[in-house]
């Protein structure tokens, strides 16, 4: 008989502290780029979402850039809602068995968001690890 894998829940709150110190630990030369961006915390992506990702309903979103990256961005750019980085709460716990592979999965998520509001592609990212 195998062991199921046990999944971590944690409350908003502990998840957003989670979330708090991923930004926290950013280095200031990503934080002087993140102007006019918001990170939200949800719990799952909608149909929707999904499909913007291009990301079959059987596969696991952890997060997602809306806006506009920095690399499309013109002079005329101003006067237009904040950029978003969406991190999917549950997504985020089913794929992991601790708290600490949480955190770190928060952060490795966090930064790929990042890498797409600096205008990488997917497999860029993936190139460079975030995945």
Known sequence: MSAAK????????????LVSQ???????LVMDRLTNVEVVVRDQPTHEELTVAEIDPTE?????????????????YGMV???KITL???S????????Q????????TLLHEIGHHFGLSEDELEEAGYK
């Open 101 to 108: 592979e949480i955190q770190e999965q928060i952060r490795t």
């Open 22 to 28: 991923a930004i926290a630990s950013l280095p200031s």
């Open 81 to 83: 809602l904040p950029d």
């Open 60 to 76: 696991t979103l952890f997060g997602l850039y809306s806006g506009i990256p920095l690399t499309k961005r013109s002079s005329s």
């Open 6 to 17: 046990q999944r971590i829940v944690l409350s908003r709150q502990e998840f957003r502290q």
């Open 88 to 90: 999917y709460q549950r």
């Open 92 to 99: 985020i716990e089913e794929g992991c068995r601790t708290k």
